[in-house]
């Protein structure tokens, strides 16, 4: 089992950054591909915005590339995305995720979420 807990989310002005965490306990995370997905309104569908392999290849929704980007420090057991250039439509709630030890999708392990808002 795998518990994520996110943190870092806040209100920032457009064009500012903020940078998120996604901590891991009960098992280490080295293994495991992981994932930040965000939610923007309620009712509205989660979207895949950036994930990391066990190996390290990284991959990013189109609407935040050269924006983003995902990390992970498997000796801290944690995740990070650190998010330049901010928009108000990155405004949502942000979800780490992580699969199971054999690095393989579907992601099963789910954080509570941050919000993050982002005014203009």
């Known amino acids: 089992q795998v518990q994520l807990v996110e943190s870092g989310g806040g209100l920032v002005q457009a064009g500012g950054s903020l940078r998120l965490s996604c901590a891991a306990s009960?098992?280490?995370?080295?293994?495991?591909?992981m994932g930040w997905y965000r939610r923007q309104a309620p009712g509205k569908q989660r979207e895949l915005v950036a994930s990391i392999a066990s190996g390290g290849g990284r991959n990013y929704a189109d609407s935040v590339k050269g924006r983003f980007t995902i990390s992970r420090d498997n000796a801290k057991n944690t995740m990070y995305l650190q998010m330049n250039s901010l928009k108000p439509e990155d405004t949502a709630v942000y979800s780490c995720?992580?699969?199971?030890?054999?690095?393989?999708?579907?992601?099963?392990?789910w954080g509570q979420g941050t919000q993050v808002t982002v005014s203009s």
């Open positions: 995720a992580a699969t199971d030890a054999s690095g393989r999708l579907p992601f099963i392990y």
């Open positions: 009960g098992s280490g995370i080295s293994n495991r591909a």
